[in-house]
């Protein structure tokens, strides 16, 4: 479920765009059948077609975005790269030469319905998958330009290809299937045509809607329902039953549907939810796209879509029933009723709007009732748990947002930082206008100390949990996530986990020196951080060796992605941040290995991490290594014996 739920809210990247496109091509539809194609019709058209069609590439590379555990580009691009491998292999061009087919419409229909949702959706995993997997990849030297990220979309399109090959073979037997299925369907009358409601909807998740509609709206099986209502040529009391129940749920259900969401939602969310929620609302009821709402709770609540799709087949065959039909061009919405109401085939559409009034109560009722019993994660109501890329938090969360609420407000507001970084201890910030920092009250906020590097510069020293508020602070700046009221939250814990920092006992902690070199003055380090003991107190190394170890028995409390530093707690309780050089997070990893995982228990000399002194000389950094007690302020590290 939880899966579900993640993969909902990185629907909602995608699905944010389309309620405007789909208004944009039902406006340019409406004009074009009031007054013929003309330049405004063509643009406007032209303009949401060009998101509404490619919806199922948006949603590869959104899902592919949003699902990775830290959202970046490069899971982006991962996601576009599946989607043009499967959908190039599989276009009816690619295929017929798979065949050895002459001629490409003599390749199966099912390959014509390749590029959908649902495609989309899995190349997105896939493209999520693979950067988790491989964006630390380590290659020999000789293939260390395709290190790290830049394997990702190789490795992905290695998969992407099994993907097409499966499909190859699969999606005809299935697409097949349904088409034959539908001309059954059409035997039953009015409960067919329920029937076939119910799973419209319910193969919209998997594309393969388009299947069965294609056997009741063209001339697959005779029925041409479309066609026949468009042209006024059909029969009158017949032709448009497989459309017209699809007008009162698109125009009123749905939208009902959202106001219930609406209302459900949790106060402090209901802004972020208002947005999509109208929009899609609009979209629905003007245009009759549903998707922008559908897929809002498609995925964080199944039990409300099954509903749905099964109210969806009542309309269908309730409307088969009665003297009422209605026909489209575009979609079940307002614009093509107002088009379709003067239809020679069109029977009693008033009543369209009876039915529309019933299905509105009935989706507002049975959606508010069936959220609140079942406490159901519809958009605004998802779990508050810790997950650096969702915007909903609690708990230590919520503290991170407080503070990174606090940080934002003493560097000026979210306007005045043009850029944000972290380091293992820092935010790495540019700001607009360095006279807007204010240094007591980040102070007071949570922070170590403020560094003014000089023009724009402003570094904000917080500890280990860095990575935590400045990914609260980015969900700010994007209007994700909302401030957390609070008291100002003191000095931050100092490590990965949220316990709080040791009360200072001046103690002399002895260890085994964790690096080949000779010891030095931390003032010798050229950084006010480490140098000013701002992080804590401690000493430093000039190495002689390549190879960190643990200096006593402990648990890895923190490794980073760059390999640059390691944070360990001794089973003394004593929080210990080694940190390899000085600004050499700015190396990006190059010339550093990580040799631990996270939370492993080691024992004095087991090894944590290697690194290539000459490469940090030869970037212009120093290579002087702090070796740093983050929770006693007086403590004295004494080494007992060499690396």
Not at 36 to 60: E, K, P, R, V, W
Not at 132 to 157: E, H, N, Q, Y
Not at 388 to 394: H, I
Request: net charge negative; hydrophobic share 50%.
């Amino acid at each position: 479920m939880k899966f579900l739920q993640r993969l909902g809210r990185s629907i909602m990247l995608p699905v944010a765009v389309l309620p405007v496109a789909a208004i944009l091509s039902g406006i340019g539809y409406w004009i074009t059948s009031a007054a013929g194609d003309n330049i405004a019709s063509a643009f406007l058209s032209a303009a949401g077609g060009a998101l509404l069609d490619n919806t199922a590439l948006l949603f590869a590379v959104g899902i592919a975005f949003g699902m990775a555990n830290k959202s970046d580009g490069t899971a982006a691009l991962a996601g576009l790269v599946s989607w043009l491998t499967v959908t190039t292999l599989l276009k009816p061009e690619t295929v017929a030469l798979l065949t050895g087919v002459g001629d490409v419409n003599e390749v199966d229909p099912a390959f014509l319905k390749v590029q959908n949702v649902f495609v989309g959706i899995v190349c997105g995993l896939i493209g999520a998958w693979c950067y988790d997997r491989f964006k630390d990849t380590k290659l020999p030297d000789a293939l260390s330009f395709f290190s790290g990220k830049r394997s990702v979309a190789i490795v992905t399109a290695g998969l992407s290809l099994v993907l097409a090959i499966v499909l190859f073979f699969l999606w005809p037997f299935v697409y097949g299937g349904l088409v034959t299925f539908g001309e059954w369907i059409v035997t039953l009358g009015p409960v067919g045509t329920g029937i076939y409601g119910f799973l419209n909807r319910l193969l919209i998740p998997v594309g393969l809607h388009h299947a069965l509609n294609s056997v009741f709206w063209f001339d697959v099986a005779g029925i041409n329902d479309l066609n026949n209502f468009l042209s006024g040529e059909g029969t009158y009391g017949v032709t448009g039953q497989y459309m017209t129940g699809f007008f009162p749920v698109m125009m009123f259900g749905l939208p009902g549907a959202a106001l219930a969401m609406y209302l459900t939602a949790k106060t402090k969310r209901r802004k972020i939810a208002y947005g999509i929620l109208l929009s899609g609302a609009i979209s629905s009821f003007f245009v009759g796209v549903t998707e922008p709402l559908e897929f809002a709770f498609m995925f964080l609540a199944p039990l409300l879509y099954l509903i749905h799709a099964i109210f969806m087949g009542i309309s269908m065959a309730i409307a088969a029933i009665l003297p009422v039909r209605m026909g489209f061009g575009f979609s079940g919405g307002f614009i093509d009723l107002v088009l379709g109401w003067a239809n020679p085939m069109a029977q009693n559409p008033w009543l369209i709007l009876v039915l529309g009034a019933f299905w509105f109560a009935i989706y507002f009722l049975v959606f508010y009732f069936v959220i609140k019993r079942f406490n159901l994660k519809t958009p605004g109501r998802e779990d508050d748990e810790i997950d650096a890329m969702d915007a909903a938090a609690s708990g230590p969360d919520d503290a991170y947002l407080a503070t990174a609420s606090r940080f934002l407000d003493a560097l000026g507001g979210k306007d005045n930082i043009t850029e944000l970084e972290n380091c293992a201890t820092r935010l790495r910030l540019e700001v607009a206008d360095v006279e807007k920092v204010d240094a007591a009250a980040l102070k007071r906020a949570g922070a170590a100390g403020t560094m003014k590097s000089g023009g724009r510069a402003v570094q904000v020293v917080y500890g280990l949990n860095v990575q935590f508020v400045k990914d609260a602070m980015e969900r700010l700046i994007s209007g994700t996530a909302e401030p957390v009221p609070g008291p100002p939250a003191g000095p931050a814990p100092s490590v990965l986990t949220d316990a709080p920092p040791a009360t200072a006992t001046g103690r002399r902690i002895r260890m085994r020196q964790p690096l080949q070199g000779e010891v030095v003055p931390l003032a010798d380090v050229p950084d006010a951080t480490f140098s000013e003991g701002i992080m804590g107190p401690g000493v430093a190394i000039r190495p002689s060796g390549d190879l960190v170890i643990a200096p006593a028995d402990g648990v890895v409390e923190g490794v980073f992605p760059t390999s640059h530093a390691v944070a360990l707690r001794l089973d003394d309780d004593t929080e210990l941040l080694i940190h390899v050089g000085v600004d050499t997070v700015n190396m990006g990893g190059d010339g550093f290995e990580t040799l631990v995982e996270k939370d492993a228990h080691v024992t004095a000399g087991t090894p944590l991490l290697r690194f290539d002194t000459a490469k940090i000389i030869a970037a212009g950094l120093s290579p002087l290594t702090p070796v740093i007690v983050l929770n006693d302020e007086n403590a004295e590290i004494e080494f007992t014996s060499p690396a």
